[in-house]
Each structure stands twice: as structure tokens, then as C-alpha cells.
């Protein structure tokens, strides 16, 4: 999950670790690289950003990461500087029952489209005994659509029985 990320574009973005920094830098062509979120910045939904994982690119040079929180849910986020939204998080409503596990953001997989449109993987809570795997996509207008369920039926015959945690 740390390889860095190119757009048409030649934007590159890529996961920054130094000694005092963690974040997201994005490097266009033939320009200068800049933190487009740091550990420590406010989420879009409260607290702050911890441990930003590999973060995916678009033509639209808008980023989508998954990020543990602090004082609040870790989860995926979308956007540029000054335009973020929080994605999909922890205990966040699937369909009956809130995520209880999520898929952390790797390259080279590429789950985010050029209209800000982001394909995850999530876990649901059912009961004690219970959970669901889901496909998710979370629209850039805020919408969740649940693409595919585990134990769905397929047009093949059959039902859905594992899904990759890592959709591209």
C-alpha cells in the first residue's frame, strides 16, 4: 500500500513520513509538492487525522484516504484542501446494522473515480453472530449505494460468497 499514485495529469501523490510530519503530499507536473492533509488536521466529521494510509488519485487531483481518527470514527475521506468530506466511517448506517470493519486505502488499487466517486469495502454488524460483507460506493453528493452484498445472488447461478477488501 505505499506506492505512490499518478494521474493522466502526472500529478503524483503519495503517503509523506518524516520525523515530525505524516500526511498526504501531491506533486504536480512539473510543480512543487504540497501537503494536501497532515496527522493532526480536523476531519470534516470532528477530531483529528492520525495515521493516514496510501492515498489514491484522480483526474481531478481529489485524493480519498483511509485515516485512523482521534476523538472520532476512523474512516475514508475524499477531496483537496478546503473541499473534504468524510467518505464512509466506523459504525456508519450500511443497511441494517452499522461498519464494524473497513478495508485501509492501498495502491496500486484505484476505488476512486474523476467525479469524486469512491468504491469501498465494509464490514456490517448484524448481531452477536452475525456480520455482512458489502461493496459500497460513496457518491460525491453524499449518497451510499450498496453495490453487492455477501450472500447475494449472481446473474451466473450462485451466490456471492468472499469479496476483496481492496475494489479498484
Same mark, same amino acid.
Given at each position: 500500500?505505499? +506506492?505512490?499514485?499518478?494521474?493522466?495529469?502526472? %500529478?503524483?501523490?503519495?503517503?509523506?513520513?518524516? &520525523?515530525?510530519?505524516?500526511? +498526504?503530499? +501531491? +506533486? &504536480?507536473?512539473?510543480? %512543487?509538492?504540497?501537503?494536501?492533509? #497532515? @496527522?493532526?488536521? @480536523? %476531519?470534516?466529521?470532528?477530531? *483529528?487525522? !492520525?495515521?493516514?494510509?496510501?492515498? =489514491? !488519485?484522480?483526474? *481531478?487531483?481529489?485524493?480519498?484516504?483511509?485515516?485512523?481518527?482521534?476523538?472520532?470514527?476512523?474512516? /475514508?475521506?475524499? $477531496?483537496?484542501?478546503g473541499a473534504w468530506r468524510k467518505a464512509f466511517a466506523f459504525f456508519d448506517l450500511i443497511d441494517v446494522g452499522g461498519c464494524?470493519?473497513?478495508?485501509?486505502?492501498?495502491? &496500486?488499487?484505484?476505488?476512486?473515480?474523476?467525479?469524486?466517486?469512491?468504491?469501498? /469495502? *465494509?464490514?456490517?454488524? !448484524?448481531?452477536?453472530?452475525?456480520? #455482512?460483507?458489502?461493496?459500497?460506493?460513496?457518491? *460525491?453528493?453524499?449518497?451510499?449505494? #450498496?453495490? @453487492?452484498?455477501?450472500?447475494?445472488? %449472481?446473474? !451466473?447461478? $450462485? =451466490?456471492?460468497?468472499?469479496?476483496?477488501?481492496?475494489?479498484?
Amino acid at each position: 500500500g505505499g +506506492v505512490a499514485d499518478i494521474n493522466d495529469a502526472g %500529478t503524483i501523490c503519495f503517503r509523506g513520513i518524516t &520525523p515530525s510530519m505524516r500526511g +498526504v503530499v +501531491v +506533486v &504536480p507536473a512539473g510543480g %512543487t509538492a504540497q501537503w494536501y492533509v #497532515r @496527522a493532526g488536521d @480536523a %476531519t470534516p466529521h470532528g477530531g *483529528a487525522y !492520525l495515521d493516514i494510509w496510501g492515498p =489514491v !488519485l484522480n483526474n *481531478a487531483d481529489q485524493v480519498a484516504f483511509y485515516s485512523d481518527v482521534s476523538g472520532a470514527q476512523s474512516g /475514508w475521506f475524499v $477531496g483537496k484542501p478546503g473541499a473534504w468530506r468524510k467518505a464512509f466511517a466506523f459504525f456508519d448506517l450500511i443497511d441494517v446494522g452499522g461498519c464494524v470493519g473497513l478495508a485501509v486505502s492501498r495502491n &496500486p488499487m484505484q476505488p476512486l473515480d474523476d467525479d469524486g466517486d469512491l468504491v469501498l /469495502w *465494509a464490514n456490517e454488524y !448484524l448481531s452477536p453472530t452475525a456480520e #455482512r460483507d458489502w461493496l459500497l460506493v460513496s457518491r *460525491a453528493d453524499g449518497t451510499l449505494v #450498496r453495490v @453487492a452484498g455477501k450472500g447475494d445472488s %449472481t446473474a !451466473l447461478g $450462485g =451466490v456471492i460468497g468472499a469479496m476483496d477488501a481492496w475494489p479498484s
